[in-house]
């Protein structure tokens, strides 16, 4: 138990880390859902397609005002239905990952499945933007033993889709960078607007000051703040609005390492701390 009070070695000179994400969904997760039926509305399509239209430009904007490179993971249907996000992400400086094809529920289909999902994405990404060590962040954030095998053995670089630590880890020696769900948009934003919502969505100032806790909190700690946001959810006004405000508040430490996924994967791999916050494949025995 004594090893879970150690504290995370950052580079030196910083206190924690910052990681801004955006799973870059669009419609994706709408066709998953309506798969083999026909689907006849437009109203949930047009407002996921504010993401690709609208919110991520405007997320692109506010990074560029703050000189800051995020994480962005891509459904394939998406970098192929729109085949302008990912040669612009990486012309901009960002990083970009892998997110299933339809934004599959892994834990839903077979390992096969799954494993020809991961080589068609990657077949996609290396044609737009060219062969490279890409991460990869799970549709819905659920993993299996089997996808996490999946993964070592395509030579991923990182999962982001667990909440084990709040600061980077190692499973079966691959690189764990978590995410959380205090710090996801959609928890407090998504609304379909269906009848099915149970509440409407929350006001962003009420989020700003609980993001700026979890933050101050992380700083604290030395953790990481990963912040995962949704281009067609965070890309409303209001949102864009607290995003920048966040940002701002971040902008003012420089004890705080603000970079991506990828650099804080490959930081944690290369330093003791791979190590030191190794845990091992563990499911548990439910005969009982
Ligand atoms: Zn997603």
Redesign the pocket.
């Known amino acids: 138990m004594a090893r879970d009070t150690r504290t995370y070695a950052w580079p030196a000179g910083k206190r924690c880390a910052v990681v801004f994400s955006a799973?870059v969904?669009a419609e994706s997760?709408y066709l998953w859902a309506n798969r083999g039926q026909p689907i006849g509305t437009m109203g949930q399509l047009e407002l996921r397609r504010f993401g690709p239209r609208v919110g991520l430009h405007r997320l692109l904007e506010l990074l560029d005002r703050f000189e800051v490179k995020g994480s962005f993971y891509v459904p394939g249907i998406v970098a192929e239905t729109y085949t302008s996000i990912l040669p612009e992400l990486v012309e901009r400086g960002h990083e970009v990952g892998l997110?299933g094809y339809h934004?599959e529920a892994v834990h839903q289909i077979s390992e096969a499945e799954n494993a020809a999902i991961l080589d068609r994405c990657l077949e996609v990404f290396r044609r737009q933007v060219g062969h490279a060590t890409y991460g990869y962040r799970s549709?819905a954030w659920e993993l299996t033993p089997e996808v996490h095998r999946l993964l070592r053995a395509r030579g991923l670089a990182y999962d982001s889709s667990l909440m084990g630590y709040d600061h980077p880890y190692s499973i079966e020696g691959m690189a764990e960078i978590p995410v959380q769900w205090l710090t996801d948009d959609a928890i407090y934003f998504r609304f379909f607007g269906s009848g099915n919502d149970a509440w409407h969505p929350a006001n962003p100032r009420a989020v700003l000051e609980s993001w700026i806790e979890e933050f101050e909190g992380i700083r604290q700690f030395g953790g990481l703040f990963m912040i995962t946001v949704h281009p067609w959810i965070s890309g409303r006004a209001q949102r864009i609005r607290m995003l920048q405000a966040l940002l701002d508040h971040i902008a003012q430490y420089d004890d705080v390492w603000w970079t991506t996924a990828a650099e804080v994967a490959a930081y944690h791999v290369s330093s003791e701390n791979a190590a030191v916050f190794e845990e091992p494949m563990r499911l548990v025995d439910t005969n009982f």
């Open positions: 799973d969904d997760p997110h934004h549709p």
